[in-house]
């Protein structure tokens, strides 16, 4: 099942060029249209939806898609800039056949992509993916509207104030966030409106940076990627608690009120104990990925919670929830996935999660975080020129094997490629971290000389 445009979180690449210019990007509106328009509905006229995040590109990428939908005649909902859960919530709560999310995540503002939601606010699969992407090639969709026919795009006004009240609905009704101060980076993304603005109608004192996107600032140097500057941000103002959001808002790190970075696997940790003390962990089991620390095992043991690990990505976080009934899930990276509320990971309602087991318990973060004792680790990202599969470039093979031979069972190295960008990722654990240090270099030196870019 190879893929040509569609990685681990759908589309992404440099806006402008192949598959996000504007041609590419008309077939991709007029495939996704021709996708939805044969399944099977009592409607009569069919409805996609599309949020973006604040990068400048995605005026030109919103345009297009609009134009291709609309030519097929289907209608088009643009929402404006929203998180990336924001729109796989209003692809449900609107009726909509299915959203579309224009947003690089975490990447520069030159970058650019594309996240699929079928109407029940899920990712596509692989074999819809695949589907689209045959569909993508010139001359495959010969069909057109008639000029009676064409859909129509029209932009929903409310859709900040829908999503607001949809996150607020999420927090437990017995408590307000009064007397609490927080302190948001926004990363100049998707979340800078939304992000604050739920907290401070909770009640929340909240302190903002990150709140000024002009189109070419998104993530540069803000947000989840630069976790250090909420820390600053809450030790400055003796804040309570700082959320950093990515591009998207679908990823949340935190800050405790010490100035404490605290990760997905803390977050996953303290989140599964807080349900399952509540009597509401289902199965007593948490969707990891092989990214996650093994300190997050040795943290839930005690609790008689065990961990699934799964590929990275969160889409197959989610995939795994829903097959084995868990309902939370998620990644070292901040998505964290609560499968009662939504359908994709969502940085807001898990800061809000966060900050309702500290009401429950009354306890600062820092105290509800220590249960969770990280595992030396070190990850290193080494640009390559191709893909090949490891095992088939012997150099490769052969340090991996070396490595996690020395590594024995109290250790753990990870190789694997990212699936968003041309790079090998080499994930090393052990008790040292002088060792995790040396391992990790060794096995990226073997890759850089054999298949490194220049």
Do not use: W
């Amino acid at each position: 099942m190879n893929k040509r445009y569609f990685g681990t979180d759908g589309i992404r690449g440099v806006a402008n060029t192949p598959p996000l210019e504007s041609e590419s990007l008309v077939r991709l509106g007029r495939a996704v249209a021709s996708i939805f328009l044969s399944e099977k509905s009592k409607r009569k006229k069919h409805r996609v939806l599309i949020g973006k995040d604040t990068r400048l590109s995605g005026y030109m990428i919103e345009t297009a898609l609009a134009s291709g939908i609309t030519s097929m005649g289907c209608d088009v909902l643009l929402v404006g800039p929203i998180p990336t859960p924001g729109v796989a919530y209003l692809t449900r709560s609107m009726r909509a056949d299915a959203g579309i999310m224009i947003s690089a995540s975490h990447n520069p503002y030159e970058d650019n992509g594309i996240k699929i939601f079928a109407a029940d606010g899920y990712k596509l699969p692989d074999e819809l993916e695949l589907q689209i992407e045959k569909l993508m090639q010139p001359d495959a969709l010969e069909e057109r509207a008639l000029p009676a026919d064409i859909g129509k795009a029209t932009r929903i006004d409310d859709a900040i104030g829908r999503y607001t009240v949809y996150l607020k609905g999420c927090f437990p009704r017995e408590y307000l966030l009064e007397g609490l101060k927080v302190g948001f980076d926004c990363a100049n993304g998707a979340g800078y409106i939304v992000g604050p603005q739920t907290c401070v109608e909770l009640g929340a004192d909240v302190i903002s940076r990150g709140t000024s996107p002009n189109g070419r600032n998104i993530n540069a140097g803000f947000g989840s990627l630069y976790p250090e500057i909420v820390c600053e941000l809450v030790k400055e103002n003796n804040l309570n608690i700082g959320i950093s959001l990515d591009g998207d808002a679908d990823r949340a790190i935190f800050s405790d009120e010490k100035g404490n970075i605290i990760d997905g696997d803390a977050v996953l940790a303290m989140c599964a104990i807080d349900l399952k003390e509540q009597g509401l962990l289902r199965n007593n089991i948490v969707v990891a990925t092989v990214m996650s620390n093994l300190g997050l095992e040795r943290a839930l043991e005690p609790f008689g919670i065990s961990v699934k690990r799964v590929q990275v990505g969160d889409r197959y976080v989610l995939e795994e929830m829903r097959r084995i009934g868990a309902q939370l899930g998620g990644e070292q990276s901040g998505h964290t996935i609560f499968s009662d509320y939504a359908t994709t990971g969502d940085g807001i309602l898990t800061a809000l999660q966060v900050m309702a087991y500290m009401c429950r318990t009354e306890k600062p973060l820092s105290e509800l975080a220590s249960v969770f004792k990280r595992l030396p680790q070190k990850l290193v990202n080494v640009r390559v020129k191709a893909k090949p599969p490891l095992e088939s470039v012997e150099a490769i093979q052969t340090v991996i094997e070396k490595k996690q031979k020395e590594l024995g069972s109290s250790g753990r190295l990870l190789v694997r490629y990212s699936g968003t960008e041309d790079k090998a990722r080499v994930m090393v654990e052990c008790e040292d971290q002088k060792a995790c240090d040396k391992h990790a270099r060794d096995v990226a030196d073997v890759i850089e000389k054999e298949i490194g870019s220049v």
